[in-house]
């Protein structure tokens, strides 16, 4: 609470007997959420940009600009349109000369913009090293002394469907995450892991963060990967089984904007298109995650595009009821923060959440997992052993105990 006068109340819960280190962060301070604002403001569209590439003979190529607008494409008198009302996606490409709209491609980052932010009245402020960062503050006392209490874990629920998220969703004890939506498991051995999984087919779509998921069953499962062609890691699609326990990943990117490679823009696939091609049933598991990629965006571009995939799932539980839907949160992370740092991916998943809300559906509070841990550098990308406590958290509901 600010008290509006330099001063601050903070309330937490004590969780767990022994002693206790208060840790508070400064995550931003007004004046640099006034520059991340004022940034996003001045630059809705372009901040960063994307290409689409035609690849010619002899090795040589066409590059076009492409974003959600096609306002930003200044002296072009031709644009392709590749938007997808209907999975709630806007995207435009400016049209290469003598080549048709409908010819394939690949879709790419814009390079060139990347440093782009580092030229933005107030950029300086963002600097490594700067105090604009995440920054510990110091106050007495740093530690406290709990005596035994009630214990927080003592009446927790199985893991099904539906469940209300609390604000404070767990908590690490000697590293180990502790649910406080429900009773989740812990695996010490890949035999727990492929007698949870037996059976089923696992279709991940959305961003690296839920990739990150598809390559972690696949290394603890010791699955066996099957190349699909023109595909790349980064984006895939990707396909792994296990025979033997008649197990299935799959991982599809979602569609633009993606930062990325050049990949080919046919296996770009927008999220609620994929979803509407999954039959469903009690052997299938939907985990969707979508938020990285938009963050430097207004945040009406991600609540269409949520919009859809809302719609979808509706459509996939109304044809298939039994078909366990997961909704992967954002992460913390050591993003550019103005154009994908926390402050900013915060406010998409605010977005997500509520969307998702009341929903039959199991949320993954990925947010809560990265930021209550203290042993690794803040990532955009997790580190395993998070990864596995957050596919543990998944399995909870998968084969709930």
């Known amino acids: 609470m600010d008290h509006q006068n330099g001063t601050y109340t ?3 819960r004590l969780l767990w007997e022994g002693e206790v280190t208060i840790k508070i962060q400064l995550v931003h301070p007004r004046q640099a959420i006034d ?3 004022r940034t996003i403001r001045k630059h809705p569209i372009d901040l960063v940009m994307f290409r689409k590439r035609y690849i010619l003979e002899n090795n040589a190529y066409i590059d076009t600009k492409c974003n959600v607008d096609p306002a930003i494409f200044k002296n072009t ?3 392709c349109n590749y938007s997808d009302p209907h999975a709630g996606a806007w995207w435009y490409c400016e049209k290469a000369a003598n080549i048709s709209c409908n ?3 690949y879709h790419g980052t814009d390079n060139g913009r990347r440093n782009r932010y580092k030229n933005f009245k107030g950029g ?8 604009a960062m995440k920054k510990s503050i110091s106050g007495s006392p740093s530690k406290l002394y709990v005596r035994k209490g009630q214990d927080p874990l003592a009446n927790r629920t199985r893991c099904v ?3 209300t998220t609390p604000q404070i969703s767990g908590f690490y004890l000697n590293g180990v995450w502790n649910s406080l939506v429900c009773k989740n498991r812990h695996f010490s051995s890949q035999a727990g892991w492929q007698q949870c999984l037996k059976g089923k087919t696992l279709h991940f ?3 690296s963060t839920i990739r990150q998921w598809w390559e972690h069953f696949v290394r603890i499962l010791k699955m066996g990967k099957t190349h699909i062609p023109w595909a790349i890691h980064k984006t895939g699609p990707l396909l792994a089984r296990d025979p033997v326990n008649n197990i299935t990943l799959n991982y599809r990117s979602h569609g633009p904007p993606r930062n990325c490679p050049f990949t080919r823009t046919f296996l770009l696939r927008y999220v609620a298109n994929t979803i509407d091609e999954i039959e469903g049933g009690p052997n299938d598991v939907v985990g969707i995650t979508m938020w990285a990629h938009f963050t430097s965006y207004p945040v009406e571009v991600y609540r269409k595009r949520m919009e859809a995939v809302r719609a979808a799932i509706e459509r996939l539980l109304h044809r298939s009821p039994e078909t366990l839907v997961v909704i992967k949160s954002a992460n913390t992370g050591r993003g550019n923060e103005l154009k994908s740092g926390d402050w900013l991916a915060h406010k998409l998943d605010l977005i997500m959440r509520e969307m998702f809300r009341g929903m039959n559906v199991v949320l993954v509070d990925v947010w809560e997992m990265t930021n209550a841990q203290t042993w690794h550098r803040d990532n955009i990308h997790p580190a395993p052993d998070i990864i596995v406590q957050e596919l543990e958290f998944l399995c909870s509901f998968i084969c709930p105990l």
Not at 124 to 131: I, M
């Open 35 to 37: 520059v991340i604002e």
């Open 10 to 12: 903070a309330t937490f």
């Open 124 to 131: 300086k402020l963002f600097r490594r090293g700067n105090n």
């Open 161 to 163: 469907r539906g469940l």
């Open 205 to 207: 779509m959305g961003d």
């Open 103 to 105: 010819t394939p491609g």
């Open 77 to 79: 008198s031709a644009v």
